[in-house]
């Protein structure tokens, strides 16, 4: 089995956020940024977050894992 986003193929393990590596699962909320995929709670910008915000970086729509 595989997770699509915006034309990209990732392996199930593969699919995590790029700050703490928590997998996502199928209906889990996540933010996919310039290539790099963060949960609801990693996402740059966020003001739950502790990490600074990517520069130049594009919010895209909320995704939803399928």
């Known amino acids: ?3 699509r986003t915006q034309g990209n193929v990732y392996h199930l393990k593969c699919f ?3 700050t ?5 699962m ?9 290539g790099s995929i963060f949960c ?3 996402r740059p910008g966020s003001l739950l977050t502790n990490h600074l915000p990517l520069q ?10 399928c």
């Open 20 to 24: 703490c590596r928590n997998r996502l």
């Open 26 to 34: 199928p209906g889990d909320r996540f933010h996919f940024i310039n």
């Open 40 to 42: 609801e709670h990693d």
């Open 16 to 18: 995590s956020c790029t």
């Open 56 to 65: 130049g970086a594009a919010l895209l729509a909320d995704q939803k894992v």
């Open 1 to 3: 089995m595989v997770m």
